[in-house]
């Protein structure tokens, strides 16, 4: 299927690795050009060169840090000033930090919320005026499964995450006039980097193995694996497509089947 977003240009936060680089990757192969962000100047310049080898596509590397308010605004001029507009905006950020509730001061909070809140703010608000001024745009923000169904141990991002949800519905009224959709991905268990750093707190935290920890996330999912990075980054990018052009204000979940819920 054609996307019909060719020519068209997405930031894409988050993207030298994981479900940000599935994203972007996904994107590209759709003849999307891409401004993508992490903190590691290396690390983009190496994906810029891969993708852009593998997909002919122009690729902006735009290394910042995006808790900072400032750093959301950086991202989002500098693709401006490289391609003369956004057309598609990827919120994405690393997950804060595992732990029970005792476990994370006030400090690590706000830190989560700075990273995890506060830049979607931030993001969104730097790229929707241009968005809203040629009446056409896509805004897709990562978040989590834990928006439907809490996962133990993760209560910072239960609890953030969340709040991305309750933003992200009720702007997607405030803008659907604009032809501008908002919508968020809600992975689930996936092999990435993330899921790692995860697999090694579940084995501190109930004392097995990393492997035992992974053996057990796919014994919760009905589809009995974890999920591949390109699996949600299709899901992602056809939320940016025309023909995704009537959804908007949704949460859909890439997990397998792992939410009990009916919605």
Known sequence: MDLGIRGRVAVVAGSSQGLGRAIADALAAEGVDLAINSRSAEKLQAVKAEIEDAHGVRVEAVPCDLTPADGAHHLISAAEDAFGQVDILITNTGGPPAGMFEDHSVDVWNEAIAQNFNSVINLVRAALPGMKERR???????????????????????????????????????????????????????????????AKAVAERDGITVDGAYAGWAEEVPMGRLAEPEEFGSVAAFLCSEQASYVTGQSIAVDGGWIKGLI
Do not use: C, D, M
């Open 136 to 198: 056409w745009g896509r805004i897709v923000n990562v978040t989590s499964i834990s928006v439907k169904q809490p996962v133990k141990g993760l209560i910072l991002s239960n609890s953030i995450r969340a709040g991305v949800t309750g933003f992200a519905k009720t702007i997607s009224n405030e803008v659907a006039e604009f032809n501008v959709t908002v919508n968020n991905v809600l992975p689930g268990y996936t092999r990435t980097e993330r899921l790692v750093h995860l």
